[in-house]
Every structure is written in C-alpha cells, then in structure tokens.
C-alpha cells in the first residue's frame, strides 16, 4: 500500500455539510397544505378500507390545522380523521434526495389510533418517517418503501402519550432516521437521485386487520406535531447555509456516529 510522501501536506479535515431551511410547516396555511384529501386513498378518499383503515377524511381545520391531529368515531362506524398534504397545495412542496426533515411528536394514547409523518407521489415514492401503534407501546415503525428496507425500533422513550424527536435524512444512497439525537436506522437503500415526494402527516385509525381497532368506549383521539422542518443542502457549501454540521444529533454527520440498534418486535 502506498504511503504519503514524507513531508507532504496532510488531507484537510472534511467541511461540514451547511444546509439551507426550506420548508416550516405552519398547518393553519392553506397555500402550504391541503386538507381532508390525498391521492394515497384510492379515489383521493374520503375512505380506505382496503388499507384497513376506518378513515373518513374530513378538511375540518378542528382535524389538524391546529398541529393536533385528531380522529372522532362516526355513528356509521367509520372515523372522521385529520390528514394535510403537501400535494396539490399552491406551494406544492416536495422533499427531495439529500433533505433532512425534523419534528416533534406527541404519540397518541388510544388503541387503534394510527399516527404516520410520510412522503407519497404517483402511487409510490412512500418514505414512512414514523408509524406507531399503541398496541406495540414502545415501538416505531420506520420504512423505505421505495427501496425496500425497514427498522421496528424499540425505545424506553416510545411510550403512549410520550414526547419524541425525529429526525429523517432522505440520502440518495441511504436513508437515515434518529430518535431523541440518536441514530436508530441505515437502511444502505437510500432514495435515488431523481426521487421527490409530497409530505403527508395524519391520523389513521386500524381496522382490526393488523392491529386492534379502538376499544368499543374510545370516541376520540388525538396525537400532535410541532416544529416540522426540512432542510436543504445549500448549494455554496460550508459557510452559506442557516445550519451546518451541528444541527445533527450529539455532532455529528449524516454519515457518521454510532448507530443504536434495537431489538425487532
């Protein structure tokens, strides 16, 4: 193996990458985010029972404008549930290859309630930056669809009505997601390098299919997200963008630190 010559320069350290924020979600802006319908329920919804979800989507801004995204039972046996998208706004935002996407998230409590942060286009492009199922109390579901690859992460800190930090980075060659600063999941798949996709955040509520319905008292639920962010690699490099490298968990980079690995289910 070759060494370096004696006394010539020694590589400089790697620049940090500096990223640029292009997206705060404000879920009361009707020119960021649509309503009660999306293109991932067959017919653009309101139902999807073949998804085996009791879903009846409604725009109600009591559903979700307010960040509290909540479900309340129907006298028909469906649910009226809150959904917003990206898709079809007059913003018509997509995250892209490289995006780092951040939130905070109160899980929901109730069994049967099904809370999901997730990307969607043209029938596919589906990157799941969280499920969680009361049923499974510490448990997130974390997948690539696109790629196929998946992680169920097990956290003393996943707890029904618990306050998490997420925190997803949308590589071309790999996906990354974090929990509370740590990294939880590689999934060496990535999303390509043409990918984009429109956000989705709503509350599902579980036919029974999968995982248990609501218990038959349950006439409400709810979960909450706050300070959803996406941010972008700034085209200048180190030095141009809002944040840089220490925006990341514990410091470090998307491609470095340690990665906690969790039991499956």
């Not at 085209?235 to 499956?264: F, N």
């Amino acid at each position: 193996m070759d060494e370096p010559a004696l006394g010539g320069p020694l590589p400089g350290p790697r620049r940090p990458t500096v990223y640029d924020e292009v997206f705060r979600a404000d879920f009361t802006s009707a020119t960021q985010w649509v309503a009660g319908r999306s293109w991932a329920y067959p017919g653009g919804g309101p139902v999807n029972p073949g998804d085996d979800k009791l879903d009846y989507l409604v725009p109600d801004a009591e559903y979700s404008r307010s960040g509290v995204f909540r479900a309340g039972r129907r006298p028909d046996g469906r649910w009226n549930t809150g959904l917003l998208t990206t898709e079809g706004s007059e913003e018509g935002f997509t995250v892209q290859p490289g995006d780092v996407l951040e939130a905070r998230v109160r899980l929901p409590r109730e069994i049967g309630a099904w809370p999901a942060i997730w990307t969607w286009r043209d029938g596919d492009q589906e990157i799941d930056v969280f499920e969680y199922h009361p049923d499974n109390p510490d448990l997130l579901e974390l997948t690539n669809h696109v790629h196929g690859a998946n992680r169920y992460v097990r956290d003393h800190a996943v707890r029904p009505g618990a306050w998490i930090e997420l925190r997803t980075e949308f590589g071309p060659h790999s996906v990354v997601w974090w929990l509370n600063g740590a990294r939880v999941f590689t999934d060496g798949r990535g999303v390509g390098h043409r990918w984009h996709a429109y956000l989705i955040v709503n509350l599902s509520v579980c036919g029974g299919r999968y995982h248990p319905p609501p218990e038959p008292g349950t006439t409400e639920m709810s979960y909450e997200v706050a300070d959803l962010v996406v941010r972008r690699p700034a085209a200048g490099g180190a030095g141009h963008g809002t944040a840089a490298a220490a925006r990341h968990p514990g410091g470090a980079s998307p491609a470095g630190g340690d990665e906690r690995r969790p039991a499956g289910p």
